[in-house]
């Protein structure tokens, strides 16, 4: 087992929280909400009315894949595997690079230096989803490179 310290737990919060965020929003929205949907983009409303039940339904999957791509990585705690490791490894890197670029381009649509064609949606894209998704990467690959160091002394 892995003894967990400060600057551990910080970056265990910040993974955890946004990505527990994700899921409950995927989920809620799966269950047929629509607060704050407007924020991921009016393209949902296109497709929940194009194919009703099944777009509630893959968002049931998305809400439950964000909640175990969220914990997974809290098992390396207790044991350390190494596909767990690079699956979030890679993860982590996926997320700063998406979240990072959208949140940019959020940001240069709210400056209108890029055209908006959604004002919520740029909002939602440059404030609230896209850093959601950074703020996950970045905490998941603090974590991740703090648990391969700390593998080779018991610290962290």
């Known amino acids: ?7 551990m737990k910080k970056y265990i919060s910040l ?7 994700h899921s409950l929003f995927s989920l809620y929205w799966g269950f047929g909400g629509e607060a ?7 393209w949902v409303f296109t497709l ?19 909640f175990l791509a969220t914990i997974m ?3 390396l705690t207790n ?16 997320l700063i690079l998406y979240g990072g670029l ?7 649509k709210m400056f209108k230096i890029i055209e908006i064609h959604n004002y919520y949606t740029a909002f939602g894209q440059a404030f609230v989803w ?8 970045i905490g998941l690959f603090g974590y991740v490179k703090m648990l391969k160091k700390s593998k080779e002394n018991n610290v962290v």
């Open 36 to 42: 704050g949907l407007t924020t991921v983009g009016t």
């Open 1 to 7: 087992m892995i003894k967990i310290g400060d600057k």
């Open 102 to 108: 959208n949140t940019l381009i959020g940001w240069l």
């Open 48 to 66: 929940s009315a194009n194919y009703g039940i099944w777009i509630n339904i893959a968002l049931l999957i998305v809400a439950v894949v964000k």
């Open 79 to 94: 044991h350390f595997d190494k596909r767990i490791y690079y699956v979030s490894l890679v993860g982590s890197v996926v």
């Open 15 to 21: 993974f955890v929280i946004a990505g527990i965020v």
């Open 130 to 137: 896209d850093p959601l998704f950074l703020l996950w990467g």
């Open 73 to 75: 990585p809290l098992t």
